[in-house]
């Protein structure tokens, strides 16, 4: 330790030994140094004594375990700027090895033990997820970092809010990063003009192509919305977020809970009852009509209104009269309130193809004619 207690004989004092050389520096004899022994907070030295230990035994810990195959090199990370913050932690634009990623940290130095563990349990899962998942239409996985108590993540660039430091004990998942923004916030921006028909029908596609890939990986998203879903520099579709993604239960009693979105989420996720796959295809079919609309499904209703509806009244977005029948019929089967009644994910890919978008049709916007003109040409 570099210091020793001993007692002295004067006044009860304690004489502190000391090889520090800053206290050579100073030209103080730590054999003159006299304390009383009453006045010493052993407690805090107790406390001292133990943090010391733990960070000791932690850094051996860390530095003999072998490390996973999809743990992250952090002098290679360099984290720019803030690009959101949410529930699960903030995502930052960042470089990894001179490429451009985004970065998903989150914070574990606040809360009890058990918020904690749920949030360690949280962020392994997500990474048991996503590393093992290749396709073109999934959010490329580059690595990421357990967290440790001496981890540090270098920051080169303050965040907007004048943050420049990071939690002391945090993880991170590191993938592609993609400059489209999310699906959400391109159909905000053609929310008044809609989009073009073989446009809906191509985001819906890589959309459905890319939960067809997961559920044959036997993988249940569970939180399938457009706010998930990224575009990349072509406005290809990619999924996201697997923060709550499993892999799905043989048992299908042994998935239950409501864990998703409202508005999104199938009846039997809503009524607690036991789920599988098909709780994705479902949020696809409100997907596929929010693509369509450029709305969003249920603007008028509160979480516990919907919530309620969907279950006991059936409650499902009003389908304009100007949506080709082929593209309705597709909504209707994947928000079936039965999830026998719904086809595969494989086989909604089936039907999209078959969609025939060389006639148009679509919406008129609301500020230049009232209703829907079913031969309207949607989009520029």
Excluded at 167 to 188: D, F, H, M, N, W
Excluded at 191 to 208: E, W
Excluded at 265 to 280: F, I, Q, S, T
Excluded at 308 to 335: D, F, G
């Amino acid at each position: 330790m570099g210091m020793g207690l001993k007692l002295g004989e004067e006044d009860g004092g304690v004489i502190i030994s000391d090889e520090n050389p800053k206290l050579k520096a100073s030209g103080i004899n730590a054999k003159d140094m006299i304390f009383r022994a009453d006045k010493i907070d052993l407690k805090t030295l107790d406390m001292q004594l133990e943090k010391h230990l733990n960070s000791v035994w932690t850094k051996n810990v860390d530095e003999h375990k072998p490390a996973d195959e999809w743990e992250i090199d952090l002098a290679k990370l360099e984290l720019r700027y803030v690009v959101a913050r949410g529930t699960y932690g903030t995502v930052y634009r960042a470089t990894y090895d001179n490429n451009d990623v985004a970065v998903k940290v989150l914070d574990w130095s606040g809360g009890g033990a058990s918020e904690t563990a749920a949030m360690r349990a949280s962020f392994k899962q997500e990474v048991a997820v996503w590393h093992k998942l290749n396709h073109h239409n999934v959010t490329k996985f580059v690595g990421a970092s357990m967290g440790t108590s001496n981890l540090k993540i270098p920051l080169k660039y303050p965040s907007a809010d004048g943050r420049n430091s990071l939690p002391s004990r945090a993880c991170c998942v590191v993938v592609e990063y993609l400059p489209g923004g999310t699906l959400k916030q391109y159909l905000i921006r053609n929310r008044r003009k809609k989009l073009a028909l073989k446009v809906v029908v191509q985001l819906a596609l890589d959309l459905s192509r890319g939960l067809s890939y997961l559920h044959s990986k036997k993988i249940v998203h569970r939180d399938v919305k457009t706010e998930n879903l990224l575009l990349d520099a072509h406005k290809n579709v990619k999924i996201a977020d697997f923060g709550v993604a499993r892999v799905e239960a043989w048992n299908p009693c042994e998935m239950t809970g409501e864990t998703g979105t409202l508005g999104y989420m199938a009846p039997e996720v809503l009524n607690g009852k036991p789920y599988n796959r098909k709780c994705d295809v479902y949020s696809f079919g409100i997907c596929l009509w929010e693509i369509y609309c450029c709305d969003m499904p249920y603007p008028d209703l509160s979480f516990i209104e919907i919530s309620s509806a969907v279950v006991r009244e059936n409650l499902r977005p009003e389908i304009p009269r100007c949506c080709p029948s082929s593209l309705a019929n597709i909504m209707r089967k994947c928000w079936d309130a039965n999830p026998k009644n719904r086809p595969e994910m494989e086989e909604v890919v089936t039907m999209l193809e078959a969609v025939n978008t060389s006639k148009g049709g679509g919406m008129i916007p609301e500020d230049r004619s009232p209703g829907c003109f079913c031969l309207a040409v949607r989009g520029p």
